[in-house]
């Protein structure tokens, strides 16, 4: 556990360290005792060494500082630029960080600990995998420009001038030294563009490597006895979703800032306060945000330090404060350093500059801070709940001086300042997350907060630049912005919670509700849980088979039927162009009349549209009737998929009911695009996996790995980027369910099986795509091979000529799950009367719905694993990540494969509701689900009524599975998940029927299209 001893340098120190960790509620004076009566004189000179050349280093940097300034032989331009002074005070604090990692690293080096160097390989790979991403994101320009222009404006004039009258510059000096570096080396290399954006952003990525690594290092000192531990929260900082956001996508500073808290804690906690006080004071000269720590750090050193080393430790922290801003002096008046900070401080002055906080909650994004709510400013109100914050933040202190107690205090101020202050931004949550990951691994609670605060960080960042990208300002009172302002309220209380049994590892309420849940005790480390329930409970649950019926056959044709009715039915309506078909149906035109011409996509569904026209004839309703006859197979291969997937008629059913009622689906089946197309081939193979997973004999499963490499090969011949992940998916599931097959026979065997199984599927997939390419070799466009590698050469061209394209019903990647910005891919608008329009959007209950059944599948995937429940994860996850590079413009189409899966996920969880088989929290969720159609559906106060009705009936089906006995004469199983199904059904059919009009162009009055518009915000939030 994190209450462990730290590992010291010295044997003595390690002996204090262990006696205070034993004695939890030791007094200062006592410290200071047993530390002169256990450290003898050589302790304090090996102390003494230690630290000699970092006041050697400060002693000739000031008098360096001095001579250049007084010395009558200096030439005039070093005394102006400051660029030798510069370079002193820039060495030495290179030194002071490097130096520190060292000091902090040295007993693992010194144990030649194998696990650092495992650590140190992975880190590197990760650092590479962000360097190659960091192009694809143009970061936040107006911040990236910044960057880049300090950079540049240091390299020419020095640190001196940089902080001159109409020059914007909001930094303190401590980050302008990574950019002087990063700006030397662009103008020596002569770089522009996206070489000098990643010249810029190096030391940040530097930074990131260098904090996931002290994270590690943390863990296997407080913990040895727990490599898993070390490495699992060292990956929650180095793969974290938020902190890669801020680095990569956004192009932020804050983990420059992370490093010097995070390295400032570890050497307090090894008592090297001249150090930790040297490091606070370089945090403090990067973002003046790291005074949120300070007061941690004070009451920690006068805890914990002789009061011999107070003087020295504030000494230090004078000294890192005088070199670092001295080479910026020249010029200025000496207090120019404080006006800096108290400028940046009064910059800003709202309640919250879009962070999705407390004081955004109470009073609203970016309102004045001096507007007061009973006679009290906002301003006020925030500074004066910092109070009970650190008040709070020093008793958890003074009860736990360990290692974990310093770890949580750290991160209780950072969050809670976040959380309590105005004028906070969104990025400022940064730090707080990094030092949640340790505790993550060892506190079930601080799992739950560091879950939260994750969430909540990314959707903060991306919705704010997302926000910055397209318009100036959130609405004070966004709904999203305020959901995860409550989100983050219901953190802060969890961490408090925490705090108050901190020595327990959890506290009374989190205690409270695990007893009532029946679950594993809060005090037992998360990842020890884990551990413990993968090897007792987590049985991996086989498919299985259920025979063909007549049931199935008369089931199949009504869902095909129901599926012609909707995708038949009027296809030719509207008789004009729709959306893409300006692209598709003209390339289709291009086959038939042997006119060559460059596209992206491969020429498969481009050649169904063309069979279309050639069979009958160029009409709207033969552009369509290919992808309308795909869009009924589909259905029916869902229906198939779904029952051999789950064993569940009901579940396929259901699946292909939802396909048949969602509204992305019925459009894209309706017109001529693409999508429908590797859709309906992605599902063939899908089938044909899980037949193979079901088959025995030999024979039909080489006959369906067959059929499933033709199927592959369309499905790639079909569309750009997507099919990939589909082929992978297959194909690595294939390789799971022969070897899970194959575990009797000998190594060997297995192993060429796969290899067997991976050629002959490869080999057809590879046959057949090239088999779509045929037309251009037929018509003459083609003449070997080396034609289709120019092919690649064109797309690569095109898509980098098309990156910088903007569309009105593009979004971002993120955005999808939430169904923010549908597409109207038609609209007939008459100045008056009835309007007619084709709405791209999905059935916003399945949609949304779709989203909660992926992680109920995650859980139940963890619970109870099978092959299903990990294809589905893994093909949602699959088809989301592959965008995320992406930077060009993006529609919510792309994300159809990925709610195909989430359909899929929904329709097992809705049958098993309907069976009784599910979990009284799974429905719950369910009817949460339910709860903003109401609102946004009937209208605020007319959906009032029914969405508390819901969440209360959510709340009761908890309350009965926490406590069963709670309501004595009501057994909630024998009809409440039934309830819960219908509901949920009948709610989904209202909306198929209310929606279908605009989904396939029927005209209605202006007043219906606009109720159906439920969210018509500024920016993203638009379904107009």
Not at 82 to 102: D, E, F, Q, R
Not at 846 to 861: D, E
């Amino acid at each position: 556990m994190l209450a462990l001893p730290c590992h010291g340098h010295l044997a003595a120190s390690r002996e204090l360290m262990m006696r205070d960790v034993e004695d939890p509620v030791v007094k200062r004076s006592s410290v200071a005792r047993d530390s002169a009566g256990v450290a003898p004189r050589a302790a304090a000179r090996a102390r003494a060494r230690r630290v000699m050349p970092i006041w050697v280093i400060a002693s000739l940097t000031l008098l360096t500082h001095v001579s250049v300034c007084a010395a009558a032989d200096v030439p005039a331009a070093l005394a102006q630029t400051g660029k030798l002074p510069g370079l002193v005070s820039g060495l030495l604090l290179l030194a002071l960080l490097g130096y520190s990692v060292y000091v902090y690293s040295a007993p693992l080096l010194k144990d030649r600990d194998r696990s650092l160097w495992w650590a140190l390989a992975i880190l590197s790979a990760v650092a590479i995998v962000k360097l190659a991403l960091l192009p694809w994101f143009a970061g936040y320009k107006n911040d990236i420009s910044s960057y880049e222009s300090w950079a540049l404006q240091m390299a020419a004039g020095g640190p001196a001038g940089i902080y001159h009258t109409g020059y914007f510059l909001d930094y303190p000096p401590g980050y302008l030294y990574a950019l002087w570096l990063a700006g030397i080396i662009a103008r020596a290399a002569g770089v522009g563009g996206s070489a000098l954006r990643m010249i810029v952003e190096a030391p940040v990525l530097v930074a990131d490597f260098v904090l996931a690594l002290l994270v590690f290092i943390f863990m296997r000192r407080t913990a040895p006895a727990r490599r898993a531990a070390a490495y699992a929260a060292m990956l929650l900082v180095a793969l974290n979703p938020a902190l890669g956001f801020d680095t990569v996508v956004w192009g932020q500073s804050d983990s420059v800032l992370t490093v010097a808290i995070m390295l400032s804690v570890a050497l307090a906690l090894d008592g090297e306060f001249e150090l930790a006080w040297g490091l606070a004071a370089l945090s403090v000269l990067v973002k003046p945000q790291a005074l949120m720590y300070v007061p941690v750090l004070g009451w920690w050193t006068l805890l914990r330090a002789p009061y011999a080393q107070w003087w020295r430790a504030a000494l230090a922290a004078a000294v890192v404060a005088v070199v670092g801003v001295l080479p910026f002096q020249f010029g200025h008046p000496w207090y120019w350093i404080l006006e800096l900070y108290h400028s940046t401080a009064a910059y800003y002055h709202e309640t919250s500059v879009n962070a999705f906080n407390l004081m955004a909650l109470v009073g609203g994004l970016r309102k004045p801070d001096a507007d007061t709510v009973a006679g009290v400013s906002w301003f006020s109100l925030g500074m004066g709940l910092l109070a009970p914050l650190y008040a709070f933040v020093g008793w958890c202190l003074w009860r736990e001086r360990s290692p974990r107690g310093l770890m949580f205090a750290t991160f209780a101020a950072l969050f809670g300042f976040f959380m309590l202050a105005p004028r906070m931004h969104e990025r400022y949550l940064y730090a707080g997350l990094v030092f949640a990951a340790p505790l993550a691994v060892e506190s079930a609670e601080m799992a739950a907060v560091f879950a939260i605060i994750t969430a909540t960080c990314l959707f903060n960042l991306a919705y704010v630049l997302h926000t910055l990208d397209t318009t100036v300002f959130l609405n004070s009172r966004d709904g999203f912005a305020m959901a995860a302002a409550a989100m983050n309220v219901v953190a802060l209380a969890l961490a408090a919670d925490c705090g108050l049994g901190l020595a327990g590892g959890a506290g009374p309420v989190w205690r409270k509700l695990v007893a009532l849940a029946g679950g594993l005790h809060a005090s037992a480390p998360i990842f020890r849980a884990r551990k413990a329930a993968a090897s007792t409970e987590r049985v991996p649950q086989p498919l299985a088979v259920i025979a063909w019926l007549r049931t199935d056959t008369i089931v199949l044709a009504a869902l095909v039927a129901a599926a012609a009715a909707t995708r038949l039915w009027h296809l030719g309506h509207p008789a004009e162009i729709v959306f893409d078909e300006v692209h598709f149906v003209a390339q289709a035109r291009h086959y038939i009349r042997g006119e060559p011409f460059l596209d992206p996509h491969p020429p498969l569904a481009k050649l169904v549209i063309a069979a279309g026209i050639l069979i009958f004839g160029d009409h709207p309703w033969s552009w369509r009737i290919g992808n309308a006859l795909l869009g009924i197979l589909l259905v029916a291969l869902t229906y198939m998929l779904g029952r051999r997937m789950f064993a569940s008629r009901l579940a396929g059913a259901l699946a292909a009911s939802f396909i048949i009622g969602d509204g992305m689906y019925l459009v894209d089946s309706r017109i001529a695009v693409i999508d429908i197309v590797y859709l309906t081939l992605a599902a063939w193979s899908y089938l044909l996996l899980f037949r193979f997973a079901e088959s025995t004999r030999q024979r039909d499963r080489r006959r369906t790995l067959a059929a499933m490499g033709v199927t592959l090969g369309l499905c790639l011949g079909s569309k750009l980027y997507v099919p990939a992940v589909t082929f992978l998916l297959c194909a690595g599931f294939m390789v799971y369910f022969i070897l899970g097959a194959e575990r009797a026979a000998v190594a060997a065997a297995r192993y060429w099986r796969v290899a067997g199984a991976l050629v002959m599927v490869g080999s057809l997939s590879a046959m057949f795509y090239l088999a779509v390419f045929m037309p251009h070799f037929v018509l003459g466009w083609w003449s070997g091979i080396a034609d289709l590698f120019h092919y690649y050469g064109d797309v690569i061209w095109y898509e980098r000529s098309v990156a910088a394209a903007t569309h009105p019903y593009a979004s971002p990647w993120w955005s999808w799950p939430l169904m923010l910005r549908p597409i109207a891919y038609w609209q007939n608008f008459p100045p008056q009367g009835k309007i007619a329009t084709i709405w791209g959007g999905g059935n916003p209950l399945l949609w949304w719905g779709a989203l909660s059944a992926i992680t109920i599948t995650a859980v139940r995937a963890f619970e109870r694993p099978n092959p299903a429940r990990a294809f589905l994860l893994f093909g949602y996850l699959g088809y989301l990540v592959i965008w995320m590079p992406v930077g060009r413009t993006l529609f919510l189409y792309h994300y159809m494969p990925s709610i195909y899966m989430g359909y899929l996920a929904l329709a097992a969880i809705v049958a098993d509701a309907w069976r009784g088989e599910a979990e009284m929290w799974e429905c719950a969720t369910l009817l949460l689900t339910m709860v903003p159609v109401c609102v946004l559906g009937l209208g605020f106060w007319a959906g009032l009524f029914p969405g508390v009705a819901l969440a209360l009936f959510a709340l009761y089906l908890v309350a009965a599975e926490i406590v069963p006995d709670i309501f004595p004469d009501v057994e909630p199983a024998r009809w409440a998940l039934r309830l819960v199904a219908a509901a949920f059904l009948a709610t989904a059919a209202v909306l198929l029927v209310y929606y279908f009009p605009i989904w396939t162009g029927i005209s209605i009055d202006r007043a219906g299209y606009y109720a159906r518009m439920w969210l018509r915000g500024p920016g993203l939030r638009n379904w107009i």
